[in-house]
């Protein structure tokens, strides 16, 4: 069965650091389409990065370039994402998603587009 455990999050002051984790489990991420979601109250799921399963190759919504750094673990079967200089639009919660995609396929940034869902952790960005 597969599934994701996602941790990291939490309460953080602006300007502070947090890093999420997400392990896969009955699995594993080579194949993959791998991304990291956001949802803030009231507003539509977004892409905030992505990576590609060969080359690793990381894309990042224009927003948090240059704060957040997407990266993947595999002894730990664990994709993370590392956000620094947190924003308090930055508050929401947080999903990992990862599809079965085709080596040469591209990255994407719709939540359609993705099969399997962590449970998602609340990032709360508040002074």
């Known amino acids: 069965q597969l599934e994701f455990v996602e941790s990291g999050g939490g309460l953080v002051q602006p300007g502070g650091s947090l890093t999420l984790s997400c392990k896969a489990s009955g699995f594993t991420l080579d194949y993959y389409l791998m991304g990291w979601f956001r949802q803030a109250p009231g507003k539509e799921r977004e892409g905030v990065s992505c990576?590609?399963?060969?080359?690793?190759?990381?894309e990042y919504l224009d927003g948090v370039k240059g704060r957040f750094t997407m990266s993947r673990s595999y002894a730990e079967n664990t994709i993370y994402l590392q956000l620094n200089d947190l924003k308090v639009e930055d508050t929401g919660i947080y999903y990992c998603?990862?599809?079965?995609?085709?080596?040469?396929?591209?990255?994407?940034?719709?939540?359609?587009?993705?099969?399997?869902w962590g449970q998602g952790i609340q990032v709360t960005v508040s002074s």
């Open positions: 990576m590609r399963n060969i080359g690793h190759g990381v």
């Open positions: 998603a990862v599809v079965w995609a085709p080596v040469q396929a591209l990255c994407t940034f719709q939540p359609s587009d993705y099969k399997y």
